[in-house]
C-alpha cells in the first residue's frame, strides 16, 4: 500500500477542492502521513471518540467527499464536525487510548500499525483541528 494522506486546515470546501490536483501544498497548514486507508480511519476514529457504529456513519455518508473519485485518483474530504470536536475535546491519555484501540482494530483485519505512529497521527491530527478551530476553519483530507 502506497498513500499519500494530508490533512489540511481551509476555511470551506470550495478552498479544500482547490487542492484536488496537486494537494494542499504550503498554502494551507497541514499534516503528511502515509500508508493507512484515512477515509477507513476517521469513521473508526469517530466510532472510537464518539460512540458511533461504523455502518450508521458510512451510511450518513461519512467521511462527506468534497472533490474527487472514491475509487480513482485524488480524492478531498472532510472531517466531521463531531469527530473534530472529540478530537479537539480529548484529553492526551483520552487520545492514546483511542491509537491503542485503532491499532488493535487494524491488526484484526491483518493491517500493522505501530502503536507510536498511531499516537503521533491521533495527536497530531487533534492538535491540527484544535488549530482549526481557533481559526473558525476545518480539517479536511487530501488521499494520492
Not at 450518513?60 to 472529540?86: K, N
Not at 483511542?98 to 491530527?125: F, K, M, Y
Amino acid at each position: 500500500m502506497s498513500i499519500i494522506v494530508k490533512f489540511f486546515v481551509a476555511p470551506d470546501d470550495t478552498s479544500a477542492s482547490l487542492t484536488l490536483q496537486t494537494g494542499p501544498g504550503r498554502a494551507f497548514e497541514s499534516l503528511s502521513f502515509g500508508n493507512f486507508d484515512p477515509e477507513e480511519a476517521v469513521v473508526e476514529w469517530e466510532c472510537l471518540m464518539a460512540d458511533g457504529s461504523f455502518e450508521e456513519l458510512v451510511e450518513a455518508g461519512e467521511p462527506r467527499i468534497v472533490a474527487g473519485q472514491d475509487h480513482d485518483g485524488c480524492v478531498v474530504f472532510a472531517i466531521s464536525p463531531r469527530l473534530s470536536t472529540a478530537l479537539a475535546d480529548a484529553t492526551p491519555s483520552r487520545l492514546s487510548d483511542v491509537s491503542a484501540s485503532w491499532t488493535q482494530l487494524r491488526a484484526e483485519d491483518g493491517e500493522v500499525i505501530d502503536t507510536e505512529i498511531a499516537e503521533a497521527i491521533v495527536g497530531e491530527l487533534a492538535a491540527l483541528v484544535t488549530s482549526a478551530r481557533r481559526q473558525n476553519q476545518s480539517v479536511y483530507c487530501w488521499v494520492a
